[in-house]
């Protein structure tokens, strides 16, 4: 499979979590650049040299920028405004992080919140 650029872009801030995605995508063919913060990912989005990835997996829960303040202004940059964004977030049920507690202000486009609740 020959790449321009790379296909997905990941951001997470956790080394072992970026690590572990990025390892499993590649493993599968997919080539991933991978960032730690929104601030390197809004960066590379606006040098990527080889072509603009088809897809971001975005961390919510992130120092720097995190991913509600890279989704603001990655809406702001006409060439990526259009890439789809996947949300990853260890944030636990009911927690004020929560995927449910989401404030909807903010959402940038239309969200839809996948909750997956662990079989204990």
């Known amino acids: 499979m020959s790449h321009e650029g790379c296909d997905i872009l990941l951001v997470e801030d956790d080394v072992d979590v970026r690590e ?3 390892e499993g995508l590649e ?3 997919y080539h991933v650049m991978a960032t730690a913060n ?6 590379y989005l606006k040098t990527a040299a080889g072509g603009l990835p088809g897809l971001i997996l975005l961390d919510l829960m992130m120092p720097t920028m995190d991913g509600w303040e890279f989704q603001e202004q990655m809406a702001r940059e006409p060439t990526c405004a259009g890439i789809p964004v996947v949300v990853l ?3 636990a049920i009911g927690s004020p992080s929560c995927l449910s507690a989401w404030p ?11 909750r997956f609740k662990s079989r204990r």
């Open 27 to 29: 493993d599968v063919g």
């Open 89 to 91: 977030s260890a944030a």
């Open 104 to 114: 909807r202000k903010r959402c940038v486009g239309t969200c839809w919140g996948l």
């Open 20 to 22: 572990a995605i990025a």
């Open 38 to 43: 929104g601030r390197e990912a809004l960066d």
